[in-house]
Nanobody, 124 residues
Framework: QVQLVESGGGLVQAGGSLRLSCAASGRSFSMYNMGWFRQALGKEREFVAATSWSAGRTYYADSVKGRFTMSRDNAKNTVYLQMSSLKPEDTAVYFC?????????????????WGQGTQVTVSS
């Protein structure tokens, strides 16, 4: 089992940057596939980015490709989401997720463990 805690959210102007962190506690962090999802007010949770347990591959939603970068540091049990060129439509609660299974990375249902979320607000 793993516990996840996100941090780094806040208020930023359009065009600005933020870096989110997700710290994991528990055993065998390096074996977990990790994902970032977001949920805007009144909308469904949507996939943002994911990285495999080996960090050999990283995947992005089309809406953030070229602007967001996900990385992981297994030595620190932490994953990051560097967000640049932020837009008002990026405003949402951002969640970190983890799972040991090797399932489709873009589906929220395929992640067993979730953090509490961190709010990102982008003003125009």
């Amino acid at each position: 089992q793993v516990q996840l805690v996100e941090s780094g959210g806040g208020l930023v102007q359009a065009g600005g940057s933020l870096r989110l962190s997700c710290a994991a506690s528990g055993r065998s962090f390096s074996m977990y596939n990790m994902g970032w999802f977001r949920q805007a007010l009144g909308k469904e949770r949507e996939f943002v980015a994911a990285t495999s347990w080996s960090a050999g591959r990283t995947y992005y939603a089309d809406s953030v490709k070229g602007r967001f970068t996900m990385s992981r540091d297994n030595a620190k049990n932490t994953v990051y989401l560097q967000m640049s060129s932020l837009k008002p439509e990026d405003t949402a609660v951002y969640f970190c997720a983890a799972d040991l299974r090797r399932l489709a990375y873009g589906l929220a249902a395929n992640y067993a463990y979730w953090g509490q979320g961190t709010q990102v607000t982008v003003s125009s």
